[in-house]
Antibody, heavy 121, light 110 residues
């Protein structure tokens, strides 16, 4: 059974940093692209970033480019999202998602339960 | 990257069929067959219902079907049931190797 468990969310001040983690199990982690998707309170889904199966090839939404960095540790089956220079508009539930293939951002087919990030003073 | 365009809400009675549209451009929906549909109940993570325009993952009811014509994709739910009441999102791969979602459609089963 595919399981994705996010952690690292919390309350952070504007301009601060946070690192999210996603522990994966139930599939061959190193064979699939992965993505982060967020959902602001009461709003729709927004794709944030994606990474290739081997870690080569990283992609970002314009709204986070230059502030967020996606990475993965295939030896530990873990996906990361380093978030810097956080803004109030980054407040959201952040979901980790497994893509259906090696193609980044094509088809997230399994999602974690999400971790809440709140940016506020 | 602009969000794909979906109606804000649709409704139908039990047993009826409804269709939700998702309009993009030739750089996303029209250019690739990586169009997916997700169902999201309140407080829950999204669930994949349709992928690659028209394919259903294992375990998803055959009451759900997808199609595409030009820059517009569609999700049809037949034989509406109370449990289908949820938010539905379309998504598409883009020419920038990113993923774009629709704004979401709230389905109400009357």
């Amino acid at each position: 059974e595919v399981q994705l468990v996010e952690s690292g969310g919390g309350l952070v001040q504007p301009g601060g940093s946070l690192r999210l983690s996603c522990a994966a199990s139930g599939f061959t982690f190193s064979s699939y692209a992965m993505s982060w998707v967020r959902q602001a309170p009461g709003k729709g889904l927004e794709w944030v970033s994606g990474i290739g199966a081997t870690g080569g090839g990283t992609y970002y939404a314009d709204s986070v480019k230059g502030r967020f960095t996606i990475s993965r540790d295939n030896s530990k089956n873990t996906l990361f999202l380093q978030m810097n220079s956080l803004r109030a508009e980054d407040t959201a539930v952040y979901y980790c998602a497994k893509d259906a293939s090696v193609v980044v951002a094509a088809t997230p087919n399994y999602w974690g339960q999400g971790t809440l990030v709140t940016v506020s003073s | 990257q602009s969000a794909l365009t979906q109606p804000a809400s649709v409704s139908g009675s039990p047993g009826q069929s409804i269709t939700i549209s998702c309009t993009g451009t030739s750089s996303d929906v029209g250019g690739y067959n990586y169009v997916s549909w997700y169902q999201q109940h309140p407080g829950r993570a999204p669930k994949l219902m349709i992928y690659d325009v028209r394919n259903r993952p294992s375990g998803v009811s055959n009451r759900f079907s997808g199609s595409k014509s030009g820059n517009t994709a569609s999700l049809t739910i037949s034989g509406l049931q109370a449990e289908d009441e949820a938010d539905y999102y379309c998504s598409s791969f883009t020419s920038s190797s990113t993923l774009v979602f629709g704004g979401g459609t709230k389905l109400t089963v009357l």
